[in-house]
Nanobody, 121 residues
């Protein structure tokens, strides 16, 4: 059974940085397109960033462009703002197309448990 595990959340002041890690296990040699989502209290889960399985394509929501960078196993977040406060979820999609980047939750097959990111003003 495939497991997705995030780590690296925490409390940071506005303008600071955090790096979230995401690892998959139990999938053997399968490759995955990856995505990050977040959910703030009282709000729906929203798309943050996605990466094609071979890494050639990435996609970001407008509010994080230029500040966040997705890689195969991490999400680097710079110049954090209080509005970035949320639980962050890593997701993996198997059998993805070569260039596919996916921005809706239903596209993904496996989810991590989430990690809290809190940005103070």
């Amino acid at each position: 059974q495939v497991q997705v595990i995030e780590s690296g959340g925490g409390l940071v002041q506005a303008g600071g940085s955090l790096s979230l890690s995401c690892t998959t296990s139990g999938g053997g040699f399968r490759t995955y397109a990856m995505g990050w989502f977040r959910q703030a209290p009282g709000k729906e889960r929203e798309f943050v960033a996605a990466r094609s399985w071979h890494g050639g394509y990435t996609h970001y929501t407008d509010s994080v462009k230029g500040r966040f960078t997705i890689s195969a196993n991490s999400l680097q977040m710079n110049n954090l703002k209080p509005t970035d406060t949320a639980i962050y979820y890593c997701a993996a999609k198997e059998s993805a197309s070569l260039d596919g980047v996916y921005s809706t939750p239903k596209d993904y097959d496996y989810w991590g448990q989430g990690t809290q990111v809190t940005v103070s003003s």
